[in-house]
């Protein structure tokens, strides 16, 4: 079935490293991927999106690599501070779901330390 | 811009009521809002899609009738859980999406807290 998942459950990084936390999708025909942050107890944040037809797209401090050849997708967050410590969801639209369904991957809590 | 409101924010119930949860665009009109459900430590798993003045598609697995859907505005759509019980306990968040250089974009909830005693 459809699955988007992750390589790393957990990350761990010094404040002022750059973090990478990677994604895994497997419907190869899905045309639009997001990057999602949620912090405790609240709803999920949007951070970046990417369409299929790029392969890399910059945001502030944030930069997405999408790589379509082995179904993979990233998140790049340069200068990890503090407040970036939270659960990062990555979530496909396969464009056969209707409404732009969005189907989550199993998330990555990243953990920045001083 | 963009944001969307859920109340309430947390709510304790005795096992067999029910509750409902409201989810409000409060700067924009939302051509489709969703349910999630979020248990601890796991993903975002969709509940129903639902559409202003149309009946909900629920995903595989979720009893309609036991999560009711109204979708009363362009503004405002409702879950309503039926008969809880302690099962139902979760964090259920509400997005709302937005056309944004031609893709919807979903924007979400603060998310609404169920605990069923």
């Known amino acids: 079935g459809e699955s988007v998942g992750l390589h790393l459950p957990t990350l761990s990084v010094q404040e002022g490293d750059n973090s990478i936390i990677n994604c895994a999708y497997s419907n190869s025909a899905s045309d639009y991927f997001i990057w999602y942050k949620q912090e405790s107890g609240k709803g999920p944040q949007f951070i970046i999106d990417?369409?299929?037809?790029?392969d890399k797209r910059q945001g502030q401090r944030v930069t997405v690599l999408l790589n379509k050849t082995v179904k993979h997708l990233s998140l790049q967050i340069a200068a990890t501070q503090p407040g970036d410590s939270a659960v990062y969801f990555c979530a496909e639209t396969p464009i056969s779901g209707g409404y732009n369904k969005l189907i989550f991957g199993a998330g990555t809590r990243l953990a920045v330390h001083p | 811009g963009a944001v969307v409101s859920q109340h309430p924010s947390w709510v304790i119930c005795k096992s067999g009521t029910s509750v409902k949860i409201e989810c409000r665009s409060l700067?924009?009109?939302?051509?489709?809002m969703f349910w999630y459900r979020q248990f601890p430590k796991q993903s975002l798993m969709l509940m129903a899609t639902s559409n202003e003045g149309s009946k909900a598609t629920y995903e595989q697995g979720v009893e309609k009738d036991k999560f009711l859907i109204n979708h009363a505005s362009l503004t405002l759509s409702t879950l309503t859980v039926t008969s809880a019980h302690p099962e139902d306990s979760s964090f259920y968040i509400c997005?709302?999406?937005?056309?944004?250089?031609?893709?919807?974009?979903?924007?979400f909830g603060p998310g609404t807290r169920l605990l069923v005693l």
């Open positions: 990417i369409r299929s037809n790029m």
């Open positions: 700067d924009f009109q939302a051509t489709t």
């Open positions: 997005s709302a999406s937005v056309p944004t250089s031609g893709q919807e974009t979903q924007y």
